[in-house]
């Protein structure tokens, strides 16, 4: 066990908080679903739950020091563990693909907008190819006997199976969806997308932060790592209570009526 | 009276559902299932041998498959469609004047019979023209239809319009029957109430729903 200094015990707390949030807005996301009747919506629902869970692990993935991880970052084991933020993504454009769904759905003139139900099959099938010879591959690498393998093939085509399962999500969720929703005049949609645009330039901002934590730790160009954390940790709580909103913004929600009447019963 | 075509709904309305010559707005948040009081009004008006129209923004089949998923199928009685596809006569929400123009000469050419109409297409109207514009044409087409011995039962969508506009949608209607999500904590109920209905005096109060291959199923609810 290794001692934690005072700078780790506020990275330790502070990601606690971080992922009880995010998961929180993924409570909220299959809290919905289950009292929605219609497919779409109930996907919809489920989507941004599993967005949440993925992208409390993607900020927990980058965010939190590896030495102090729980999570393996050597080894077999550590290439899985890098294996898996592809799968943390996936439910992204899970999302992305249902949210321009329901975005033609609640279109007066049901548009398809980007020709999107023909485009989304090329690039699910895209997306889940390379996350499959990703996957083998690293298993593959991971077996007794084949750490020093080398993989043999052009690097454009090595880099475009690894660049494609995170690319295409991150592309669609930033360039469709705000496109798609400037379109669209369903107010709940645009509140519901609004809420994940704002989580996801907290977001990009944590992440600004993690790289100059990580590359000038210690220096004397950043002498106070305990406010550079601070700023970090709060930049992705916003980004888990945005996306909170963004997951109870799926539908209108009302506050209990205090004077309610019950005259009768009818079955 | 016309049925709404679930016993317990018809109960909670007064007895026998929605009054004769009314005209019924079910607004709902999308998702909730209002349509399924679409789809049951109109299978329970065939069944009666009422002559149906069915004004809707989708194609037939995707209305056909939305009423499937709710253990409904309109293959051996079916209503007249004024559908995007597939139907008798096209549905362009564009074009508020040919809408008007249709539904009238169809209800001239079945005024021999107790007619039941669906408006499927309310939001897509209110997203497309002016709620001002709406108003007058629903309101002109209310007139015209009050004529015959019609129900008309339309569909708004909650949330996804200005409130105002929804408030001022709901004087037009006769009856208005609400579906909404509350919030209790971590708890969320979804819970029907009649707001009001021409000539009844409704039960008022909230009502739990849910719904099964065998219609909806409406109790009181228990907090």
């Known amino acids: 066990m290794p001692t934690l200094s005072d700078y780790d015990v506020e990275l330790v707390v502070g990601f606690i908080i971080i992922l009880l949030m995010f998961a929180y807005a ?3 996301g299959f809290n919905l679903r289950t009292k929605l ?60 693909d249902v949210s321009l769904l329901t975005l033609r759905e609640s279109d007066p003139l049901e548009r398809d907008q980007f020709q999107w139900s023909r485009v989304r099959i090329v690039l699910w099938l895209l997306i889940i190819a390379t996350l499959i010879i990703n996957t083998v591959l690293t298993i593959y690498i991971s077996l007794p006997g084949n750490q020093n393998a080398q993989l043999q093939g052009p690097f454009i085509l090595q880099a475009f199976t690894v660049v494609t399962p995170l690319a295409v999500p991150l592309t669609a969720a930033a360039i469709l969806l705000p496109l798609a929703a400037r379109r669209s005049r369903d107010f709940t949609m645009r509140r519901h997308l609004k809420w994940f645009a704002l989580s996801a330039v907290f977001l990009a901002s944590a992440f600004v932060v993690s790289v100059l934590v990580f590359a000038f730790l210690g220096t004397d160009t950043f002498p106070n790592p305990f406010l550079a954390s601070g700023i ?32 009768s019963t009818a079955s | 009276m016309a049925s709404t075509g679930i016993a317990s709904l018809d109960h909670l309305i007064g007895g026998d ?121 629903l309101n002109n ?30 004087e037009l209607f006769d009856g208005v029957v609400e579906f909404r999500l509350y919030e209790e904590g971590l708890r969320v109920t979804p819970l029907l109430r009649i707001r009001k209905m021409l000539g009844v005096q409704p039960e008022l109060g909230y009502y739990s729903f849910s719904f099964s291959k065998n219609g909806m199923e409406v109790s009181a609810y228990v907090k």
Request: hydrophobic content about 45%.
């Open chain 1, 26 to 28: 993924a409570f909220w």
């Open chain 1, 37 to 96: 009747t219609i497919k779409l919506y109930r996907t919809q629902a489920l989507g941004i739950g599993l967005v949440s869970i993925g992208i409390g692990y993607f900020a927990y993935f980058f965010g939190f020091p590896s030495n102090i991880s729980p999570l393996p970052s050597s080894g077999a084991l550590g290439n899985l563990t890098f294996v898996s933020i592809f799968y943390a993504i996936l439910p992204l454009f899970y999302w992305t």
């Open chain 1, 232 to 263: 970090q940790i709060l930049f992705f709580f916003a980004a888990g209570y945005s996306l909170y909103r963004s997951a109870r913004a799926i539908v209108p929600l009302y506050r209990f009526p205090e004077n309610i009447q019950i005259r």
């Open chain 2, 17 to 137: 559902g929605y009054p004769d010559k009314s005209v019924v707005l079910i607004v709902g948040a999308p998702g909730l299932g209002k349509e399924a009081l679409n789809y049951w009004f109109t299978h329970s008006g065939l069944l009666q041998g009422d002559f149906c129209l069915y004004v809707t923004r989708h194609s037939v089949q995707e209305v056909l498959k939305g009423a499937k998923s709710f253990g409904l199928s309109f293959e051996t009685r079916v209503p007249f469609w004024i559908a995007r596809d597939g139907g008798q006569l096209k549905c362009n929400v564009n074009d508020l004047t040919s809408l008007s123009f249709s539904i009238k000469e169809v209800l001239k050419k079945n005024n021999d019979r107790k007619i039941r109409i669906v408006i499927d297409a309310l939001s897509s109207l209110l997203m497309l023209n002016p709620p001002e514009t709406i108003y007058n044409f």
């Open chain 2, 141 to 170: 087409l209310f007139d015209e239809i009050k004529k015959f011995d019609v129900v008309l039962l339309s569909t708004v969508e909650d949330g996804m319009h200005q409130p105002q506009t929804l408030v001022a949608m709901q």
